[in-house]
């Protein structure tokens, strides 16, 4: 099946973007696609692998005779002069050949050089040693000047030891392998080898029938990348960006690691720059390009140029400067990603932000002298100009738009602003609203240093915090269910579903999507806006209970980003019919507008009485924890729209109810 999906991408590529590659290189996807089928399948599952060298005796794809001569074939040079593999002949490495040994023969091998007291050590101490001795000559070496001793001796030497005890070994050539990467990129429109092969894994998945995407039509688009030289640019692009991402994940205090990453950046500074030079240059009026309104389609096509992944690149950069407390280069990185709205617009909140926090903290000087205090002042003003500057941005999201809302009040209070010449903005918002809160009382079986608290349960069983909270409202008459977002997720993919699989060139390009390339970007509602709004006018007319129904009765089982099957149907219906078609409408253009961001911080418990109909979300927060920035933004949402929703406080102690 594996062998099935390969030659599938490359027929698909093949036949609708050939022109991304050369003649060469389409060459040797020909040779592939000419070799017997037992040594395209072993190429296949080896390219899954991914490891650097391969014993072929452990290649357990088949009968061992049959493996030994697809591997000759592979290791053999077609009329490309590239062969598919390396074989142990490549091997030049003394690092490489002692990858390939096990413990026990690393052990062995160390005793045949010499060093003792081997039983107990590590591999990595026994690969130090064994390494030493290549450099090291030996005594007799010195009374045997015309036999020669050199370090390339040794090394050949040592080489052919560990390959005498492995066996034939291959590896990937890294021409070929590189080229089947893009290749595949290029068909699932990500960069599915870094780190992560799940795309082939649910392509394969799909076939055996362990799992079924939705039906859609699929259209793929032969222009998205305009040429074989930008594909390959980007690719590099996204792998840098994507190395960075791993250094990010180092501790604060890994220093170095932040350091490196600070270093790709500033190896791409340049570039970053050029890019910028050239989005600021005058355009001609059939140059220029509207705004994500007008132009959302050619938005997200750049997702996939060189210059998102610049921007990413750039975007990280930022990062790493924080985190090795080079806050004025920060500020210049995040200044020139604000000077450009080409991309990633979804993320200018967030450096809006960080820059209104750079100028009131981290460069803001320290001290109490007159000029300190004149210098503090300063870096005051500059911070105000920055909140103003994002309240105009108008990229900028509802949940930033709170916290500079809060940063420019607290500035202005540092400045001494007089209360009638403070800021004031259409955007400008500082408070949340905040819904009732209620207090329950419960006992904790344990104090779980980490992760969440387990609590008794009403029927004696250990539960969750949710989980007590809602034993508390079925006291009070309600049935109810903890379902965090994925209750209105699902009720907003369910009757958006034609909508959300429209068949838009770009984002429906393989038929093994969950969901549309562009589900979660700024371009997503643009795209289909006249169709969401009818939709939504439809919902607020009240025809919604059928469409949830239908569509999940047809659709159960698929795979769909959003969507819970364990969810029943007629729990979705009841929902819905309790908060009506306008509250309803309401909250689907939430998730319409902005799904990336508002597809997490919903309510933990829905909950509803039949007998009065009416219906309640709770957010349950245990002893100490604390409403985050998106949670308080959709309590805000829902009572804006009328929708009741609370504030559940747990409390250890006595199992008694306190309502607020």
């Not at 991408?9 to 590659?21: A, D, K, R, Y």
């Not at 040779?31 to 357990?60: C, G, P």
């Not at 000087?365 to 105000?384: C, F, H, I, N, V």
Request: glycine content about 6%; aromatic content about 8%.
């Amino acid at each position: 099946m594996y062998l099935q999906i390969f030659d599938r991408i490359q027929q698909t590529v093949m036949h609708t973007e050939s022109h991304l590659f050369s003649n060469r290189e389409q060459q040797i996807i020909g040779e592939f696609s000419n070799l017997d089928r037992h040594s395209r399948y072993l190429y296949t599952r080896i390219f899954m692998r991914k490891q650097a060298w391969l014993r072929v005796s452990s290649l357990n794809y088949g009968e061992q005779m049959v493996i030994d001569q697809s591997c000759k074939y592979l290791t053999s040079c077609g009329p490309s002069s590239e062969p598919f593999l390396h074989s142990e002949t490549n091997i030049e490495s003394c690092e490489d050949a002692l990858s390939l040994l096990l413990l026990p023969e690393l052990k062995t091998l160390a005793k045949a050089k010499g060093i003792k007291q081997v039983s107990a050590k590590p591999k990595e101490f026994l690969c130090a040693a064994l390494l030493k001795t290549i450099k090291q000559r030996t005594v007799t070496s010195f009374f045997q000047k015309n036999k020669g001793d050199s370090v390339k001796q040794r090394q050949d030497e040592f080489i052919k030891a560990v390959l005498e005890a492995t066996g034939p070994v291959v590896q990937l050539n890294p021409l070929v392998s590189e080229l089947f990467e893009r290749l595949h990129l290029v068909f699932f429109r990500s960069a599915t080898h870094l780190g992560d092969s799940n795309s082939i894994k649910s392509a394969v998945l799909a076939e055996i029938g362990q799992i079924r995407f939705p039906s859609y039509t699929v259209v793929r688009s032969p222009d998205l990348f305009a040429s074989r030289d930008a594909v390959v640019k980007y690719k590099l692009l996204v792998e840098v960006g994507y190395e960075m991402e791993v250094l990010l994940t180092s501790l604060v205090k890994e220093t170095e690691q932040h350091m490196k990453g600070w270093e790709i950046f500033m190896a791409h500074q340049s570039e970053w720059h050029a890019l910028l030079e050239t989005l600021r240059r005058p355009k001609s009026p059939a140059q220029k390009v509207g705004g994500i309104e007008q132009m959302s389609h050619v938005y997200w096509r750049r997702h996939f140029t060189a210059g998102w992944a610049l921007a990413r690149i750039a975007e990280r950069g930022a990062r790493f400067a924080a985190n090795t407390k080079q806050f004025a280069r920060e500020r210049d990185v995040l200044e020139s990603l604000l000077s450009q709205d080409a991309y990633r617009l979804g993320k200018r909140g967030e450096w809006h932000e960080r820059l209104v926090l750079l100028h009131t903290t981290h460069l803001r000087p320290k001290g109490t002298t007159p000029e300190a205090r004149a210098q503090t002042m300063d870096a005051l003003e500059r911070a105000r100009s920055a909140c103003v500057r994002a309240l105009d941005d108008v990229h900028v999201n509802r949940i930033s738009l709170h916290t500079i809302s809060r940063q420019l009040r607290a500035i202005e209070a540092k400045l001494g602003v007089d209360p009638c010449e403070r800021v004031e903005h259409p955007r400008l918002c500082v408070e949340w609203q905040m819904p009732l809160e209620r207090v329950v009382f419960g006992m904790r079986v344990r104090n779980m240093k980490r992760g969440p608290s387990v609590w008794d349960g009403s029927d004696g069983i250990p539960c969750s915090v949710e989980q007590l909270a809602l034993w508390r409202y079925r006291e009070l008459g309600y049935t109810g269910m903890h379902s965090e977002n994925t209750m209105i997720t699902t009720l907003f993919v369910l009757l958006f579903w034609d909508i959300v699989f429209y068949p838009l060139p770009g984002v429906l390009d393989t038929e093994y999507q969950s969901q549309p390339l562009d589900m979660g970007s700024e371009s997503f509602y643009f795209s289909r806006r006249a169709m969401i709004e009818q939709r939504l006018t439809e919902i607020t007319d009240g025809h919604f209970v059928q469409s949830i129904q239908a569509v999940y009765e047809k659709q159960h089982g698929v795979e769909c980003v959003g969507v819970s099957w364990d969810l029943p149907c007629d729990q979705l219906q009841t929902i819905a019919t309790h908060l009506g078609g306008k509250r309803l409408a309401a909250v689907c253009r939430v998730l319409a507008t902005e799904y990336r961001l508002k597809r997490s911080g919903f309510p933990d418990l829905c909950l509803w009485n039949d007998q009065t109909g009416h219906v309640l979300f709770a957010e349950v927060k245990g002893p100490k924890d604390k409403l985050s920035e998106t949670q308080r933004d959709w309590l805000d949402i829902l009572l804006a729209n009328s929708i009741d929703v609370e504030v559940c406080h747990v409390r250890d102690g006595d199992a008694r109810d306190i309502d607020d």
